[in-house]
């Protein structure tokens, strides 16, 4: 089983950057495939960021791709999410999930564990 949980988020001016973070328990954090998604109130989650098991294979959304970074410390038991070039619809709650190497596809919403969301707002 996996628990994570989501420090950060915060209030950015757009055009800033920040990082998210995403603290996994467990031993066998490195076997596990992580993503990001996002959720805006009254919108379905959509799918931000992926990265394998391994890192072997990182998946973006086009909305985000170019400025997003997502990537992992398997030592730390840690996914990150770095945002660069933030823009007000960058704004909503977002969530961290894993699921088991190869169980779902990276950019699905088919993750079985999930954080508890971190508020995200970027202004104008």
């Known amino acids: 089983q996996l628990q994570l949980v989501e420090p950060g988020g915060g209030l950015v001016q757009a055009g800033g950057s920040l990082r998210l973070s995403c603290a996994a328990s467990?031993?066998?954090?490195?076997?596990?495939?992580m993503g990001w998604f996002r959720q805006a109130p009254g919108k379905e989650r959509e799918f931000v960021a992926a990265?394998?098991?391994?890192?072997?294979?990182?998946v973006y959304a086009a909305s985000v791709k170019g400025r997003f970074t997502i990537s992992r410390d398997n030592a730390k038991n840690t996914v990150y999410l770095q945002m660069n070039s933030l823009k007000p619809e960058d704004t909503p709650v977002y969530y961290c999930?894993?699921?088991?190497?190869?169980?779902?596809?990276?950019?699905?919403?088919?993750?079985?564990?999930w954080g508890q969301g971190t508020q995200v707002t970027v202004s104008s």
């Open positions: 990265i394998s098991w391994s890192g072997g294979r990182i």
């Open positions: 467990g031993r066998t954090f490195s076997s596990y495939d």
């Open positions: 999930a894993g699921d088991h190497a190869r169980m779902v596809p990276l950019t699905t919403s088919r993750y079985r564990y």
